[in-house]
């Protein structure tokens, strides 16, 4: 981090406490150098104590002088361990990490040494989270995944980036004694690449798009190995866990979200800000922040998420919080919209995206989406199309290669529920934003 002062008080501060706020700001401000979607707001953390991103360096002496040297464990100790930490996957699925490694532990003794992959790709638009991990933090991230190398006996190990943060990672290789045989790759790019199956794909060098596979990953993926694709905020915590171990760990958080995680938070005018906050953290208080207050809904886990309205914002950041407004953690994502944002325009335009993002391989996905986008964009437009959107969702959903088409579809479904009174508005050729005025 290139910190304008030295103030330890001021990288750790919680964000949210207005008499320290400015000192925060100029201090902590553009730690993650030019990295992608972080714009010029400031990297921060709402804990007195961060884990994740508490070296105030990236630099290999500094992270050894604060963590220490990296314990090796057994592959059942790491699985163990990982499973006492309740830790989930931080790439969007939330899968426990714990039933990933043993699944790759278990194909391994039958089909051979595995291939470690980890994804810091990051193809959604609203997360800033793994770059400012990659270029705050890349020793922990390095340190998960060498720990799952050893435990698993890796016979390759890939590290794939944004190409943005290449020079940040190389550099991070080249200090330490133990990566040599760490792989560094630029990540393809797009929406749907960061997918397991799409990134590896993309390492045996064919288009980055997600394959409809008949074998797990965990069974046999790249160079037909059990493979293991984990998302590099996960390696980190597990960089953590097998330091501190999983009472440590969980010492902070919620039964179902333990220890920390990175949130990105933005809206229409502030580009993604970076929170590491402790789970269960309450909607509201990350929003507040990143100094957003006007808050008419939130789209919580990206494009593939699910917006909630103003009834949500007291709901812990945890699956049991959020699960009765519809909505999940996901990959850690924020983005708000207030008074002056349309919410049906706001969602036609992530619609187009997600149509955009498609890979063309299945039906629901090439033809659906697009049928959507342009259903949502008519409705937009003063045609009450919301029967025919209702038909399209029947017709996608579940029935796509991949899990892009479901993921579209729910944010869209949320999007009718939170803005229902927008959309007959809109099907009456009204929007409430621009009150009174004709949106045909």
Request: aromatic fraction near 2%; charge should be positive.
């Amino acid at each position: 981090m290139r910190l304008g002062c030295r103030c330890r008080r001021c990288v750790a501060a919680v964000a949210s406490l207005p008499t320290h706020r400015h000192r925060l700001r100029r201090c902590v401000r553009d730690v993650a150098g030019r990295a992608p979607q972080t714009g010029d707001g400031p990297m921060t953390t709402t804990m007195p104590s961060p884990r994740l991103l508490a070296v105030a360096t990236p630099r290999w002496d500094d992270h050894l002088a604060h963590h220490g040297a990296l314990p090796l464990l057994s592959s059942e100790a790491l699985i163990a361990e990982v499973g006492r930490a309740g830790l989930t996957g931080r790439g969007g699925a939330g899968f426990p990490v714990e039933r990933k490694l043993a699944a790759v532990a278990r194909s391994s003794a039958r089909h051979g040494r595995p291939v470690i992959i980890a994804n810091g790709s990051e193809g959604e638009a609203l997360s800033a989270k793994d770059a400012v991990l990659l270029t705050s933090s890349p020793h922990l991230v390095l340190d998960g995944l060498l720990a799952c190398a050893a435990a698993l006996d890796a016979r390759a190990v890939h590290l794939v980036v944004d190409e943005k943060v290449m020079p940040q990672m190389r550099r991070a290789l080249d200090e330490r004694p133990d990566a040599g045989y760490v792989e560094l790759r630029a990540a393809a790019g797009g929406f749907v690449g960061g997918e397991a199956s799409a990134l590896v794909a993309s390492l045996r060098g064919g288009r980055p798009v997600p394959v409809d596979r008949r074998e797990r990953l965990a069974v046999r993926g790249l160079h037909r190995a059990p493979t293991l694709v984990q998302n590099v905020e996960t390696l980190a915590a597990i960089g953590l866990i097998v330091r501190v171990g999983a009472d440590h760990f969980r010492s902070v958080g919620t039964a179902d979200e333990p220890g920390t995680r990175l949130v990105s938070v933005s809206g229409p005018s502030r580009s993604p800000v970076v929170f590491e906050t402790v789970g269960g953290t309450p909607l509201r208080a990350l929003l507040e922040a990143a100094e957003i207050s006007d808050v008419n809904a939130v789209l919580v886990g990206g494009y593939h998420g699910a917006w909630v309205g103003q009834s949500a914002l007291d709901a812990p950041l945890s699956p049991t919080g959020l699960a009765p407004h519809g909505a999940a953690v996901g990959a850690g994502i924020l983005h708000a919209i207030g008074s002056e944002h349309c919410g049906i325009a706001v969602t036609g335009d992530i619609l187009r995206v997600l149509a955009d993002a498609s890979a063309g391989q299945c039906g629901p996905c090439a033809n659906g989406l697009p049928a959507v986008s342009h259903a949502w964009e008519a409705l937009g437009s003063g045609v009450d199309t919301r029967a025919e959107l209702s038909r399209l969702a029947g017709l996608v959903a579940g029935r796509g290669a991949c899990h892009h088409p479901d993921g579209s579809i729910r944010m869209m479904g949320s999007a009718l529920r939170v803005f229902a009174d927008d959309a007959a508005a809109h099907a009456r050729g009204l929007c409430f934003v621009r009150q009174g005025v004709d949106a045909r």
